[in-house]
């Protein structure tokens, strides 16, 4: 059971250590879903990067678009997959279970998006949100007017971007940090 496992590499701080903004925060987070996602435990090490870190997040995750927050939630995915991070490929997939009201498809995307039952227009999106991941350097005008064909506009491209590199630094802090996802996410969704 991952419950005898600690949540981080790192100290973990107790709840009634932690600043009152990131304590209330991570109780209304427990009263929402139900429990305490990991994340919030193990980035409350570090106050000052715990709220930046989801000030950011929330402002990529969390805003009114063109991208629905299931297909926020599936470039989570497909990016964290490709960096083989566990606890953003289980957490957001559970999320993305939930948003897409679909109980298949978190794991479609986590082992080959491209075989999974996505339309062309959230597929183009995966691509660029991969190339965006492994060969930023080589992003170019075609793959832009790709996403347009898509009925993407430019603000899209940059929030897929947006995301993408924001789940890069994610995905290498939870790995780094061993950060374990909570057994609550495994059947959320299913």
């Known amino acids: 059971m991952s419950n005898a496992k600690p949540v981080s590499r790192f100290p973990v701080p107790a709840l ?13 987070v427990q009263e929402k879903s139900g429990f305490i996602p990991n994340v919030f435990l193990a980035l409350a090490h570090r106050p000052d ?35 083989q991070c566990q606890y953003c490929v289980v957490a957001h997939g559970a ?3 939930i948003r897409a009201k679909n109980p298949l498809i978190a794991d479609q995307i986590a082992s080959n998006y491209r ?3 996505l339309t062309d227009r959230q ?7 991969i190339k965006v991941s492994t060969e930023a350097n080589k992003v170019g005008e075609a793959d832009f007017d790709t996403l347009k064909s898509h009925g ?12 993408t590199a924001f789940f890069g630094l994610s995905n290498r802090m939870a790995n780094v940090t061993s950060m374990r996802p909570n057994d609550e996410f495994y059947a959320m969704g299913r």
Do not use: Q
Request: glycine content about 2%; hydrophobic content about 50%; charged content about 35%.
């Open 49 to 83: 990067e715990f709220r930046a870190f989801f000030a950011y997040h929330d402002a990529l995750m969390d805003k009114p678009g063109n991208l629905t927050k299931a297909e926020r939630e599936m470039i989570v995915v497909a990016t964290s997959s490709l960096n």
């Open 16 to 28: 009634s250590d932690m600043p009152d903004d990131i304590r209330e925060r991570i109780l209304a």
């Open 115 to 117: 075989k999974a039952d």
């Open 152 to 163: 993407f506009t430019e603000d899209d491209a940059w929030d897929i971007t947006a995301i």
């Open 123 to 129: 597929k183009a999106m995966l691509d660029f949100a």
């Open 95 to 97: 999320i993305l279970r």
